[in-house]
Each structure stands twice: as C-alpha cells, then as structure tokens.
C-alpha cells in the first residue's frame, strides 16, 4: 500500500511524480465512458425517472443507447485530451503531496504515517493542491463532454480561446469551492478507507498464509473509491452544474438549463425543484467509475512505484 513500505519513501519527487501521472493516464483511459455519462446525468434538471417524459436520459441504460445513437462511440470520450491533460496532472501533483506530507508526519510526529487518519489528513491536502492546480483544465473536460450536437468548441485550443475572451480567468474556475468543499473529504477518505481495508486484508492473509498482491489492492481501492463518492457526491454534482454557466446554448436540446448565483443557491434550487434525489444524480455511473479509477489508480502506482524502485536498485542504474 502506499505509504506502507519504507522503501517506497525512497523514490524522489520527481519519480513519485512520473509514477502518479502514468497512474492517472492509464486510470482515465479506462474510466472515461463511465465520466462522460455520469456528466450528462448530473447536468439534467429533469428527474431521473422512466416516467419523466421530459428528461433525455432515464437509466444508465437507457443513456448508453441515446448517445450511441445521436452522437455515435466517439461521445463517450468528449473531452478526452482535457481529460487526460487533467488526470496526469492531478495525479502527478497529489501523490506528490501525499508522499511529502506524509515522510514529513512520519518524520516529525510520535505519529506512524501508515495510521488510517494520518493518510486521511495527508490524501485530502494532496488532493486540494491538485485541485487548485487543475481545475481549469477540469473545467475544459466538463465543458466539452457536456455539449452535444451540433458542438460549441471544436477542440480543446477553440475552447480555450472562446472562454478566455468571453468569460476570462474566472470561468476557468467556475465550480471552484464546492471542488474544494468535496475533495478534501473526498481524496482523504479514499486514502483513508483504501489504509483500513489493506491493513485488514494484511492481517487477514497473514492469518490464513496466504500472499497478498494486486487482486487486493485492486479490491481495497474500489472499494475505497464507492464509500467516498458515495459519502461526498452531492458537491460534486453542484461543481457540474457551476462549470457549465455560460453554457446554455450548448446545453438546451438535453432539456431544461438553469443559473444559479452559487454553490449554496444551486443547493437550494436542486432540492426544491429535482428533490433530495436530485443531488445523487448519476451516482450509479459515478460509483462505478469511482471503483474502477480508484482501485486502477492504486494498483498502476503500486507497479509503476514498485518498477521505479527496481530500477533503482539496479546496479549503475
């Protein structure tokens, strides 16, 4: 597990670094399909219900088959470039975090940095340095799954220009605070969880003699992953829909658009007009996602560290 072999903290920052963005890369083409579709979901005002005839999207489903029809294979990896330029980059910086805080704690504390709270405080910080690092670049993505046929931005560089001119920096980093609110609970929980779980599947095996390996890693991470969204999902689908103010021309043919003022009045607005439900909005989507990216994101980083490390050791390397 990360954070749990003392040898680990022998790779440098920029090998942590190179190992969280190979992680994030491979994570991202995996999960992408999965993102976009949670995207569409968290973006409908209208209920999610067989019964709603006004909403496009009714069932995970139901929503694969739309897009495949109206907008072929190639929709459920809209914005793939920002994306992947966001996972390398948010990976990258936060295990970087992680692992610095993390030696830091271990080194200056009674403390054993491999204790579940110790990665919960350590994960959540990493993942707000991240956050403010990529956020534009999250914004880009979001912008670019969520519009349909025919599309606003032609690319990634006609997006970039088209929101500098019209909306300037801030648009870059609509959605910031509720980013912030979310991935600190959020990353620190997953980090947190992901220590419990494999100090219990350690233990376990150790009882029984049996080796422990990828499998369980993978395992412990997505579950780590569900409990976290789970826990925290409704700030990140009130980041969705503030990302995508300024958008509505992009947006009118999926049904009904709205503006909100902020975090607390988008809040406010959901739960009076979608209900209580509407803040879980493509959670099913969304947890699957967060067990495949969490469990994948551990397991890569695990190899690419542990490739990292036997090169190291290598002699003349």
Known sequence: MVGFDPSHRRLGPTEVALCGALSGFVTRAAVSPLDVVKIRFQLQVERISALEPRAKYRGLAQAVRAMLCEEGLAAFWKGHVPAQLLSITYSGV????????????????????TQ??????????????????????????????????????RGLVHAVGTMWRGEGLRGFYRGLSPTLAA????????????????????????????RTGGLQTLVCGAAAGVL??????????????????????ARCHFGEVRAYSGACDCVRHVVREEGLPGL??????SALKAAASTGLTFLTYEMFSALARSRRSRPGA
């Not at 826990?231 to 829909?241: A, F, I, N, Q």
């Open 116 to 153: 579940a709270h110790v990665h919960f405080a350590c994960g959540g910080a990493g993942a707000c340095m991240a956050s403010l690092v990529a956020q534009p670049l999250d914004t880009l993505r979001t912008r670019l799954a969520a519009q349909g046929e025919p599309r606003v931005y």
């Open 94 to 113: 936060q295990f970087v975090t992680f692992e610095g805080l993390t030696e830091l704690v271990h080194g200056h504390t009674r403390y054993e940095a």
């Open 228 to 249: 976290s969204k789970t826990l925290t999902y409704p700030c990140d689908l009130v980041k969705k829909r503030l990302q995508v103010m300024g958008f509505e021309q």
């Open 183 to 210: 991935v600190f609970p959020y990353a620190g929980l997953q980090f947190g969880f992901y220590n419990v779980f494999t100090r219990a599947g350690n233990t376990l095996a150790a009882r029984t003699q049996r």
């Open 280 to 285: 879980y909005k493509g959670l099913v989507p």
